[in-house]
């Protein structure tokens, strides 16, 4: 299958002047040359810096560092963020489902032929990429994007134009689990010897894993709620799964987009659920097949889907495993308001 262009990127890369171009990639020249003075974390074939207090690849955190220099928000944009492997490619096809309903309910609804990340592009893997920086103003209100970022190292756009926050969080140790898995399937496709599950354990319980530490992560974008809770809505993953009409309509809601009491009626919420369920999401020709064009190089759209469940760690974690993610947990989030 061909590329697909991304959605709705496509028109936000006007022609430009060689002196245009040339200027944007010093600016990118720039910001590699300031990773690689940071420090990094050896025993990788591709290392992580840290960064803010937090650890990214090269790529990724050049990435967010440009994001954060050029992004100029809305009021009316809505980001969505996760620490990797939360829940991320279901909740971005939620949203855009949802705030473009009007599109889906024909029979060839966009996320039949694009994936979720096409549609609700991250800010660090698809929007600020390739040495270019987009006119996002040709995108129409409201836009869509995704990102890992920290809250601490957002654009300062996103907090000063007072666009609203997704946050969708996960069991650390489902999260771990299909991280590891995730990691995995780079590492047999560049040949290289696979993580085992204590190497990978103890990076993760020590905070080296991409965007994290976990828990820090949580913790910044639920501070954020705390502080804002008009504009960070929080979600849990394991509730979203229990009972997704009540929160798909919470989601609705806080993005201005309600359900009105015909569509409700019609099945509208149902219909966007059974769209955008592992089960039909991951059967997509797209999604099985398609390829997408990130800042870690071309990605199969198929590595973003693995089996989605809650409690899978218990196949795969000893129970001492399991009791020290735990007690990292319960000590982190001591005092915050949140627990599992």
Same mark, same amino acid.
């Given at each position: 299958m061909a590329h697909s262009p991304s959605y709705?990127?496509?028109?936000?890369?006007?022609?430009?002047? !060689? !002196?245009?171009?040339? @200027?944007q990639k010093r600016t990118y020249q720039y910001f590699r040359h300031l990773v690689s003075t940071l420090p990094r974390v050896g025993g990788f074939k591709r290392p992580f810096y840290c960064y803010n207090g937090w650890y990214a690849r090269l790529p990724s955190l050049v990435s967010a560092m440009v994001a954060r220099e050029h992004f100029q928000a809305q009021p009316t944009d809505v980001l969505l963020a996760t620490c990797p492997k939360s829940g991320?490619?279901?909740? +971005?096809?939620?949203?855009?489902?949802? &705030?473009?309903?009007?599109? *889906? $309910?024909?029979?060839?609804p966009p996320l039949a032929t694009l994936s979720p990340h096409q549609c609700v592009p991250s800010l660090e893997f698809s929007v600020y990429v390739n040495d270019r920086i987009p006119d996002l103003d040709a995108l129409s209100s409201p836009r869509l994007f995704g990102t890992h970022i920290p809250f601490q190292s957002l654009p300062a756009s996103v907090i000063d134009a007072g666009c609203r926050i997704v946050y969708l969080y996960r069991d650390p140790k489902d999260c771990f689990i299909s991280l590891w898995h995730f990691a995995n399937k780079f590492r047999a496709k560049d040949n290289i010897e696979l993580w085992t599950l204590?190497?990978?354990?103890?990076?993760?319980? @020590?905070?080296?894993?991409?965007?994290?530490?976990?828990?820090?992560?949580?913790?910044?974008?639920?501070?954020?709620?705390?502080?804002?809770?008009?504009?960070?809505?929080?979600?849990?993953? !394991?509730?979203?799964?229990?009972?997704? !009409?009540? *929160?798909? +309509?919470?989601?609705?809601?806080? &993005?201005?987009?309600?359900? $009105?009491?015909?569509?409700e009626k019609e099945g509208v919420v149902e219909g966007i659920i059974r769209l955008c369920s592992f089960e039909n999401l991951s059967n997509l020709e797209v999604n099985k097949i398609g390829r997408s064009e990130l800042a870690i190089g071309?990605?199969?759209?198929?590595?973003?889907?693995?089996?989605?469940?809650?409690?899978d760690w218990v196949n795969h974690l000893t129970p001492e495993m399991a009791r020290r993610l735990e007690e990292i947990t319960e000590s982190k989030f001591r005092g915050s308001g949140l627990s599992f």
């Open positions: 709705p990127l496509s028109k936000c890369l006007p022609s430009q002047t !060689e !002196e245009e171009m040339e @200027n991320t490619t279901w909740l +971005k096809a939620l949203l855009f489902a949802t &705030v473009n309903r009007s599109s *889906h $309910t024909n029979s060839h204590d190497e990978f354990l103890e990076h993760f319980s @020590n905070g080296i894993s991409p965007f994290g530490p976990y828990w820090d992560h949580v913790l910044g974008y639920w501070n954020g709620h705390l502080e804002r809770p008009q504009k960070v809505l929080f979600l849990k993953y !394991e509730e979203l799964m229990q009972h997704p !009409e009540v *929160h798909l +309509k919470r989601l609705a809601e806080f &993005v201005g987009c309600p359900f $009105t009491e015909d569509e071309t990605v199969e759209n198929s590595i973003f889907f693995r089996r989605g469940e809650v409690g």
